[in-house]
């Protein structure tokens, strides 16, 4: 396992047009205990003179399991109940990860060829989705028309015409125009609705076209030409991955196709899109698992099996990576993945909007308001009618048309009370918020979309990336009670600060990088370590042999640390950074410019204290530094106890603390003047952050989300602090 994730990353650009046509077949998944006959490339129940298409319960040449088998595995995943772990089960009847792997003729070490790859599309499905059928002007103009408003007033519109030709006899040459002039008025709002929805859907489908072509993954691939055996680490589109491919795991990316985990560190998983839930899921390797349960069984026998506590191998496709390294197998790709099928389950037409909803109910009550009406004009008119021709008698054939007169009439007011202009002037009002919101660079795909965006009262931001330019520098640095202003020359810190010292700073810094897919502090991080003259590969590799730490805790947000413990010189070392008042209050010791470690009392600690404050309101973000040498007592089975937080022990407590960093991460621009326009508007904007709320305040304060004078409402608040609160 260690061969394949040692390997270099290239850049591959992924081959144009290499999207094949789904294939269109909807079998249900078969029961792990019936397999398909291996290697016969038939289908388990084969039908007479059909033609041959793509069936997931056919097993390729060569090959143990059918696309039905490995629909199955991941079904047994997400019907996972207390005391019955079928997925663990499941992959246990096929020889665990490496007999699943033997079954799909997986390559997990040598990478999938490109025959081999097309060869798996006829057997496994393809991933890429069928591009969608965009609506021709007819069909937009038909579901335009289904508002019953319109409805109502092209019938009235009709009615009117007849009415007036019928009734007007001395002014029939003009009598048409109300009519007429009704359905004009539908013909625009049509014409409205129709173009702007037809303009819409093709400027959002190249939109959406263009965010698709930037979902790319690291793929484990044999490339054209290269030599046998010999695979690399290459960028693909994820409509190119296919049952079998090894990719690998990258913070931040959503999951391409179910897969089953073969290396992971720290590995967890945002499985919202698929259950609703905001836990995260920890995923480890199949033997990793299992090893947990056994000895978890043998330890406590009579204690009960939570499905949660023993973390699971499958991946599911449309999750999303938090945080974590590694790889996995792809096992299920396209339609027959989780999220394939359940993008077609849940087709279908679209809810109404709240205005849509609105106008019909309005068209509703005017209708019946109109038709109470003129049922009782009609009524009051016949009783009048009959009382007065009972009276004074004198019946006649003339009487007919009078009668007919008071139904025309009631017709009339049941037209006149339908809003004719309402339709209209919502439309024009919607299309006009299009183009306004367009020249704002918001693109809007539907002009109902609208309203939804007028109803927000409250904005929550993110403050790196979002409101900053998520492009960092470190400008400022504290090293043994002094404090070092860098600016733009990173070369001033090890300038004040002894070799012995800066060398055990920046092996801290080069160890605990996610070298795959650094983030901006890492960057920065990099950058600086080459402007003190550092080979960050180089010295990595001298850390971490074959790119494999002894372990590795990643950075979440609900850490705000990562740490890396690696062998030096005969002892296990942990180096560790974060956000400096996480780290300073796991530090008992600091490193001295003598480079031996001095006590950190109370005094000092409220010292340090006092400068991160100082460095936070400046808007920057400060990251302690830190090392620790282990104890034996401090290895073993203490590595895999964690807080609430995901925070183990030996991170806790007993740190040298090293130096501390500050990073700058400029705002945006325009961001100050789209905060004013939204408190101007009534709305209240909320920072939310998962690093220093000091930091977070003092940003919020730059770009005017905090200003007790002009606007109070404004927050800035961390991730904890909102999930106990209801807007």
């Not at 291996?38 to 129940?45: D, F, Q, V």
């Not at 799909?104 to 059928?133: F, M």
């Not at 009972?390 to 007919?400: A, E, K, L, N, T």
């Not at 009670?481 to 801290?508: D, L, R, W, Y």
Request: contains cysteine.
């Amino acid at each position: 396992n260690a061969e394949y994730m040692g390997l270099l990353n290239v850049v591959y650009k992924p081959r144009q047009g290499s999207h094949y046509q789904l294939m269109e077949n909807k079998s249900e998944p078969i029961p792990l205990d019936s397999p398909g006959k291996a290697g016969s490339g038939t289908a388990k129940e084969e039908k007479k003179d059909e033609k041959p298409v793509f069936d997931p319960n056919v097993v390729p040449p060569g090959s143990e399991l059918c696309a039905a088998d490995l629909i199955a595995l991941v079904d047994n995943y997400i019907d996972r109940e207390k005391n019955d772990l079928k997925d663990l089960k499941a992959i246990e009847k096929y020889e665990g990860t490496e007999g699943v792997i033997k079954k799909i003729q997986g390559k997990p070490h040598e990478g999938l060829s490109e025959a081999e790859v097309l060869e798996r599309r006829k057997w496994y499905d393809t991933n890429a989705k069928p591009k969608p059928v965009l609506r021709t002007i007819g069909q937009i103009l038909c579901n335009v028309l289904e508002d019953p408003m319109l409805r109502i007033l092209l019938g009235a519109s009709i009615v009117t015409i007849i009415i007036n030709e019928i009734v007007e006899e001395h002014e029939r040459s003009t009598a048409w125009i109300d009519g007429v002039a009704i359905f004009f008025a539908v013909f625009v709002v049509c014409f409205v609705s129709t173009f702007n929805d037809y303009k819409k859907e093709r400027q959002f489908l190249k939109l959406t076209e263009k965010a698709e072509s930037e979902k790319i993954v690291k793929c484990l691939r044999r490339l054209p030409g290269s030599e046998a055996k010999k695979a690399e680490f290459v960028n693909i589109h994820i409509d190119d991955i296919v049952v079998g491919d090894i990719i690998q795991i990258e913070t931040g990316k959503t999951i391409p196709g179910d897969g089953l985990i073969l290396i992971g560190r720290g590995v967890l998983i945002d499985e919202s899109t698929a259950t609703g839930e905001s836990e995260k899921l920890t995923k480890i390797s199949y033997e990793e698992s299992m090893a947990d349960f056994l000895k978890k069984k043998r330890d406590h026998p009579e204690e009960e099996i939570k499905h949660k506590a023993f973390p699971s191998p499958i991946l599911l496709s449309g999750t999303k990576i938090f945080t974590g390294e590694g790889t996995f197998i792809v096992i299920a790709v396209g339609s027959h993945s989780f999220m394939g099928r359940l993008e077609e389950d849940i087709q279908g037409e679209p809810e109404p909007t709240p205005l849509q909803d609105k106008l019909g109910d309005l068209a509703d009550d005017i209708g019946k308001i109109g038709l109470y009406a003129a049922i009782l004009t009609v009524l009051a008119m016949l009783l009048s009618f009959f009382i007065s021709r009972g009276v004074d008698g004198g019946w006649g054939w003339s009487d007919i048309g009078l009668c007919f007169s008071y139904l025309v009439l009631g017709l009339t007011v049941l037209v006149v009370a339908i809003p004719e202009g309402l339709p209209l002037a919502v439309t024009i009002a919607l299309a006009y918020s299009v183009m306004k919101m367009y020249d704002e660079q918001n693109f809007v795909k539907t002009l109902l979309a609208c309203e939804t965006m007028g109803e927000a009262n409250n904005i929550c931001t993110d403050k790196t990336g979002t409101l900053t330019t998520n492009v960092q520098t470190a400008i400022e640095g504290w090293f043994d009670f002094q404090q070092i202003h860098m600016g733009s020359v990173g070369k001033k810190f090890i300038e004040q600060v002894p070799k012995e010292c800066t060398n055990k700073i920046s092996e801290a810094l080069s160890c605990n990088i996610n070298m795959i897919s650094p983030n901006a502090t890492e960057i920065a991080y990099i950058k600086l370590l080459n402007e003190w003259g550092f080979d960050f590969n180089a010295l990595r590799s001298q850390l971490m042999a074959d790119n494999m730490p002894v372990t590795k805790f990643l950075f979440q947000s609900s850490r705000k640390r990562s740490a890396t413990i690696v062998k030096k010189d005969g002892v296990d070392v942990m180096y560790t950074f974060g956000t400096a008042k996480v780290i300073l209050d796991a530090s008992n010791r600091i490193l001295t410019k003598e480079n031996v470690e001095e006590e950190l009392t109370p005094d000092k600690k409220e010292k340090i204290i006092q400068y991160v404050d100082e460095v936070n309101k400046k808007s920057l973000r400060t990251l302690g530094i830190a090392y620790k040498v282990l104890k034996e007592s401090e290895k073993g089975e203490d590595l895999k106890i964690v807080n609430k937080d995901g925070v183990h022990p030996v991170e806790e407590n007993g740190l040298v603390l090293m130096a501390i960093l500050g990073n700058k991460d400029p705002l945006r621009k325009g961001v100050e003047k789209a905060v004013i326009a939204m408190h101007k508007a009534g709305i209240t904007v909320r920072m939310v952050t998962g690093d220093d709320i000091e930091t977070a305040q003092a940003i919020a304060r730059d770009c005017f989300i905090l200003d007790d004078q002009m606007f109070p409402n404004g927050k800035a608040m961390t991730g904890q602090e909102l999930s106990l609160i209801h807007i």
